[in-house]
């Protein structure tokens, strides 16, 4: 089946400081990838949304310039969060769709702890 | 407003068991339901997904209903066993949007041995 690598699985950084995670499909077209977080024992909740190419739709209430999404292949895609305060700390997943393909291939999840 | 509701109480049965879990919907009108199993510290895997004219799919030992009068979805796992312990997600697709998931909030489900 389609495989999804995120990395790194675990960080923790001190406040201010900006981290970066990688979200790579590897064996098939990420036309589409979706950023996530999650706090414990809630949903999913989608931040923002990203095509190859283009610049990445965000949701309400996620600020575009604190989470920088960048798409720049169709097996890759980065999310950076910028200047890290400790209510950023959360589990990030990300998750791929190729073309019509309905169903998501996620991550295995970068839990990001800010000091 | 749309929302996407799971029982948030843990689901306890006891191995051999069928474990049923519910998704209900209100103001969306999905145009596909899908079911999704996540661990601990993992990212979510994709299970089933049902279409809006499908009343019934399954996959070995899961079977997924989808009623859209009702506005619900049930998840069963047949004979049971403690490895299918995991927190169960439902996620839909609204036919009016971008064709962005939505979750549930997810439904925690242990299996005793």
């Known amino acids: 089946g389609a495989v999804v690598s995120q990395h790194p699985s675990r960080v923790i950084c001190k406040s201010g400081t900006s981290v970066k995670i990688e979200c790579r499909s590897l064996d098939f077209q990420a036309t589409t990838m979706f950023w996530y977080r999650q706090f414990p024992k809630q949903s999913l909740m989608l931040m923002a949304t990203?095509?190859?190419?283009?610049?990445?739709?965000?949701e309400q209430g996620v600020e575009k310039d604190k989470f920088l999404i960048n798409h720049a292949s169709l097996t890759l895609s980065t999310l950076t969060v910028t200047s890290a305060h400790p209510e950023d700390s959360s589990f990030y997943i990300c998750?791929?769709?190729?073309?019509?393909?309905?169903?998501?291939?996620f991550g295995s999840g970068t839990q990001l702890s800010v000091l | 407003s749309q929302k996407i509701e799971q029982n948030s109480e843990a689901l306890n049965i006891q191995e051999g068991k069928t474990a049923t879990l519910t998704c209900n919907y209100t103001?969306?009108?999905?145009?596909?339901l899908q079911w999704y199993r996540q661990d601990p510290g993992r990212g979510p895997v994709f299970l089933l997904l049902i279409r809006e004219n499908e009343k019934e799919k399954r996959k070995e030992r899961l079977k997924v209903t989808f009623d859209t009068t009702l506005k619900q979805s049930l998840f069963h796992i047949t004979a049971s066993q403690p490895a299918d312990s995991a927190t169960y997600l439902c996620?839909?697709?609204?036919?009016?949007?971008?064709?962005?998931?939505?979750f549930g909030q997810g439904t925690t489900l242990q299996v005793k041995p």
């Open positions: 998750s791929a769709k190729t073309g019509a393909n309905e169903k998501l291939f």
């Open positions: 990203s095509n190859e190419g283009s610049k990445a739709t965000y």
């Open positions: 103001n969306y009108s999905p145009a596909y």
């Open positions: 996620a839909l697709v609204s036919s009016s949007n971008t064709g962005k998931l939505i």
